[in-house]
């Protein structure tokens, strides 16, 4: 719709039937966030037995509207319900789909989240679980037609110029000299059981493994090596985690760079500078050795080459240095994570039956042969250098925390309990079952080999239609987080994995192993490092700066900003966008639930896609 037929439509007089649809749905959707999930027990004088009157009783107690609250929220919806009416008439079937979509697994998710039941299973909630999924699929859709309508177009077209000169070495100092008072204040860097793990596998203290990716590892203890080596094993950490840093202050000051380049808005700039330099989460992972932080600078750099090389293609300026540049990204990024590879591959595959279509080079294929070197590469580390390959249990996360649900909540047959205790101690899984982690299930699986995988896999399908119900409930709650509004969980859950867990300690349970350093931090600055920890815990109580840290809202804007490539007919764009998802799915199959370092890669390549809404077509 035009800017006129907008400000005629926004002249003329509201009518009835309007503001009651506008009433009826703001007091809807108020009720949707309000909604109580934990079912109430009805006292003597509330249940009369009849069953409507029970089913009013029950409703009383789960739907929240009483207070002065609970009216405000209801008179926000109803004004912005009745302003998108307004002004964006009409009926958009994807996002209605996708809204839908939305609803039933928030729905679901918050459910498992309070009750680890789902209410549409519970006797008498049925239709007030369908009144909840939709009004929560109908908060996303206004707010998603807002954001693609009118927030999205204002935020990125740059009508005005930039008032500030924007120089990619400045950003990348600012951005630097944020994190600088956590690299000083944790010197020489935070390090838990991972950062041990690989020291320990590379420098002989345990067996070689790529459980964590092998060539991060010997970067890691290059570095420890030549600090150990100049009588200070701080300073060999301390150097990897300061060259590690600036290298990437420079590719997140490439993204507002590249953000710069396609005339986003000045604002857009200084919120994209601001989310790398002052989101605590950033400051946090700058101080940690862990191989997630590098991880994510280096899948962000391969989501800016391949922008940039789509570009090029577009405007017929590719050359030979875009090729390589974006074939050693791909490359780093599957060295230095075990599960980028599953995402990269497919990605660059697209690119490059894509930029040969388009430019009819042959040094288009260089990206896809460079990251193939991967497995060569891994081969010499299996078959020469004696590393053990993942365990195959590794994979299969999602598919055991189903079978531990079943296990601790379904009735089994003795034919099944026979099978299962080939591979499980079923009390044990009774027991140790933690919907959000599969590490205790995972980590006494009787499945050391691929034969005992795929055997295991053959009786998880064949229990699937007998079980489908504790299948979908294990799986939902092992893998919420990433897509679902659930609330922040506690600081210890998911073995201090769950959310932006901000590792502030040096050490590990593998006491045998952390013997054989010398390791501390500086006590004089133990005041600093409280007061930074305590910044995270802040920062997540403030309204809007907290939701840098809620995972599903970079899973939901990622699926708002594909769905406005594909409305702007930008097909091409959608490459980047498969490598992301890839990820996400990649994290859904992962051993944690609502783990924000697994996920960090995506949110840190989040603000690259932005640019992508420009008008910037295909020629």
Not at 169 to 196: E, G, H, K, R
């Amino acid at each position: 719709m035009n800017q006129t037929a907008n400000r005629n439509s926004a002249g003329t007089r509201p009518s009835g039937f309007q503001i009651l649809v506008s009433f009826l749905l703001g007091v809807w959707m108020c009720l949707a966030i309000l909604f109580t999930y934990q079912k109430p027990t009805l006292d003597v004088y509330e249940d009369s037995g009849h069953a409507l009157a029970h089913s009013i009783a029950l409703a009383a107690k789960l739907l929240n509207g009483y207070g002065i609250v609970a009216a405000l929220l209801s008179f926000f919806f109803m004004y912005f319900v009745y302003k998108t009416l307004r002004r964006y008439p009409g009926f958009r079937v994807p996002l209605f789909i996708v809204s839908l979509i939305f609803g039933i697994l928030n729905q679901l998710s918050l459910s498992l989240y309070y009750t680890d039941q789902f209410t549409f299973w519970t006797k008498g909630t049925t239709l007030y679980t369908i009144f909840i999924m939709a009004g929560q699929a109908l908060i996303f859709y206004f707010l998603s037609l807002w954001f693609l309508q009118f927030l999205l177009p204002a935020l990125v077209e740059n009508k005005r110029g930039c008032r500030l000169k924007w120089h990619f070495i400045p950003t990348a100092l600012i951005i630097f000299c944020c994190w600088l008072p956590w690299i000083i204040a944790y010197y020489p860097a935070s390090m838990d059981n991972d950062v041990f793990y690989q020291l320990g596998t590379t420098l002989g203290y345990m067996p070689r493994s790529n459980h964590h990716p092998w060539f991060a590892s010997l970067v890691l203890a290059h570095f420890y090596k030549t600090g150990h080596a100049l009588g200070s094993d701080n300073l060999g950490i301390f150097l990897f985690v300061l060259i590690r840093d600036i290298c990437l202050a420079m590719i997140f000051a490439s993204v507002v760079m590249l953000l710069k380049e396609s005339g986003a808005r000045e604002e857009v700039l200084v919120l994209s500078l601001a989310f790398y330099a002052v989101t605590p989460v950033f400051g946090a992972y700058a101080k940690h050795a862990f191989k997630d932080t590098l991880a994510g600078g280096l899948f962000t750099l391969f989501i800016l080459c391949l922008i940039r090389s789509i570009r090029a293609v577009q405007e017929k300026e590719d050359s030979l240095r875009y090729y390589i540049f974006l074939g050693i990204s791909a490359l780093l990024c599957a060295l230095f994570r075990n599960n980028f590879v599953y995402a990269l591959l497919p990605a660059l595959l697209f690119f490059v039956c894509y930029a040969i279509k388009k430019s009819r080079k042959w040094f288009a294929i260089l990206p896809l042969a460079l990251t193939l070197l991967f497995y060569p590469y891994m081969g010499y580390a299996y078959h020469v250098e004696g590393v053990q390959k993942t365990e195959p249990v590794e994979a299969l996360s999602l598919p055991l925390q189903q079978t531990a649900r079943v296990i601790r909540d379904d009735k089994l047959s003795p034919s099944e309990e026979k099978q299962l205790e080939k591979y499980f101690n079923l009390s044990q899984v009774r027991n140790e079952y933690d919907p959000i982690l599969s590490d205790p299930v995972k980590y006494h699986a009787g499945i050391k080999t691929e034969e005992d995988a795929a055997a295991y896999l053959s009786l998880w399908a064949k229990m699937l239609p007998f079980h489908y119900k504790s299948y979908v409930k294990a799986g939902i709650a092992q893998t919420s987080g990433y897509y679902a509004f659930v609330p922040r969980r506690s600081y210890r859950e998911g073995n201090w994995n769950a959310n932006m867990t901000v590792f502030n300690w040096i050490g590990s349970h593998r006491t045998f192993v952390v013997d054989h350093f010398d390791f501390h931090y500086i006590s004089e600055l133990s005041a600093l490092r409280d007061v930074l920890d305590k910044w995270v815990y802040l920062w997540d109580k403030i309204p809007v700066l907290s939701l840098t840290d809620v995972i599903a809202l970079y899973t939901w804007s990622l699926v708002l900003l594909a769905m406005d490539c594909i409305r702007s007919k930008k097909m091409a764009f959608l490459i980047p966008f498969a490598a992301v998802f890839l990820l996400i799915l990649s994290c859904i199959a992962s051993p944690v639930n609502d783990c924000f370092r697994y996920f960090f890669p995506a949110a840190a390549s989040c603000p690259a896609f932005f640019g992508l809404a420009l008008p910037f077509k295909e020629s």
